[in-house]
């Protein structure tokens, strides 16, 4: 049999006879579940597109069922009898929803809404529907939808298959969080966070024509920014045990695949590069890996294995927290590449606008999207111990985290920035942050949040200064805080993110006024810290500093 490399639509392996490891037994205890909306994170390339379009084929009224024949559900009789090619399913992908504004974003997803309506356009046809429904539909394929037409397009097509059909709707969507990851790195967040809330707010919330749905990403964000008010919801994570096996291949698996192939040799190189990745309790192999090598080997059998994983996912987020990244970090990063494991602390349910304000969130990135793997079993405990999973990480460590640790802008500017700041002297800060901002940042690491995370980290490290991000001071939360523990000065940093250059100075004295407004300072001038307030204004690879004594 080929091997389906590169192939993750599962009617297409089967139908040409490619080599398939089956995982069909998931949607039995899918279907055994408590509630009706899932949510499965894995990093890139552990099979979860092919996941989903399984279900497609099992589910669809349209599906071919000799598809399953062999396969581990095909077994379970009444689950197919009851469940298989019953339902009406809708397959959207959200991968290649991307752009530099939230407009072109909004263009590419207009696309996107337009081809999955294609796929249904014999509803056009079908006069118990309404005729404004069938009129809404050919705006949405017609691409001539208004943002607020395509937050309903989802909706739309649900009721209209379920009146087409008399039948409840399966619903999948494949990697839901790639438009938020590009809407922030591209500056429009809390607008595709609007979007998408409405997007799937309504489909998914005790929606009267819904079955089943299931969704797939990188990472879980937290239910409060997206999917508020679901109370049908359940999160299947990298930490969870009940459906570890189904992504990503099991140490028999692979073992049974070489046998195939005749090439049981290669067992030990396999399990030594691309094993290691513990989810929930079990030990997984990357399917990417295992498939590319193997094939390899079918041609040429003393192949050396090699990273096949690397630059197969966007790593820009990694890239900025190793940017920021502090000694402490450093120092866990070499623990790591010397084969050791660390204890950290992570929050799997992070928000995107979140992850740069705490330059720890970088351990919650590196195990949720593959880069470290749990050392021990997971028991719910948020601190817990991590290491490389294998050998392929960790040439990568070597090669490409670390060459992003060289960009890290710690070591050379750390104790001048806090010189500036507790010398009073904005100008020489301004000179010195320009000169970090020239040197490091990419043109897309623009936003308000990037900027803030970007001097937290160029604080923190030293024993003598307690540097707090967003804590609660006077009438409202003052961006950051430095308190000299040897002395008796604090400083008070208020970011602002400017949309021209001409606005920077202006700005910063918006953000001299609101420390005064807001009273961030009262706690320490009550406490008899003399206090030291900082505006600064960010635009692009520009910075501009303003500065305000004590009150």
Known sequence: MKLPIGCDDFERIREEENYYVDKTYFIKELLEEDGNVFLFTRP?????????????????????????DGLAISREKDICRKYQGNYPVIFLSLKGVDGLTFEKALNRLSTFISRLFQEFIYLLDDETLSYTDRTFMRVLIERKGKEEDLISSLNLLLSMLYRHYGQNVILLIDEYDVPLDKAYYHGYYEEMVSFIR?????????????????????????????????NNFRI???????????????????????????????????KEWYDGYRFGNEEIYCPWDVLNYVSELKSDPEACPRAFWKNTSSNSIIRDLLKIADKSVKDKIEVLSQGGSVTVHITEDLTYSELRKKPENLWSMLYLTGYLTLAGSYHGNPLIELRIPNKEIHSLFEDQIKEWMEESIYPSCH????KCLFDKKPEQLQTELNKILIRTISFYDYGENFYHALLIGLLLGEEQYDVQSNKENGLGRSDITVKDLLGND?????????????????????????????????PFLEDGYDVWKYGISFYKKECCVKFLGES
């Open 490 to 522: 604090v400083i008070i940093i208020e970011v602002k993110h400017s949309q021209s250059r001409r606005s920077m100075a202006e700005d910063c004295d918006i953000a001299l006024k609101q420390i005064e407004k807001e009273r961030y300072a009262d």
């Open 44 to 68: 890139r390339r552990f099979g979860k597109t092919l996941m989903l379009s399984m279900l497609k084929s099992f589910f669809s009224i349209h599906s071919n069922p000799s598809f399953f």
């Open 236 to 270: 299947d994570t990298v930490s969870n045990q009940k459906f570890a096996r189904y992504f990503g291949f099991l140490d028999s698996e692979v073992m049974q695949m070489l046998a195939d192939y005749h090439l049981s040799g290669a067992y030990g190189k396999i």
């Open 415 to 418: 104790a001048n920035i806090l």
């Open 198 to 230: 409405g997007f799937l707010g309504d489909v998914l919330k005790t929606n009267p024509y819904l079955k089943l749905a299931v969704l797939t990403g990188c990472l879980r964000i937290s239910k409060e920014s997206i999917f508020t008010g679901l």
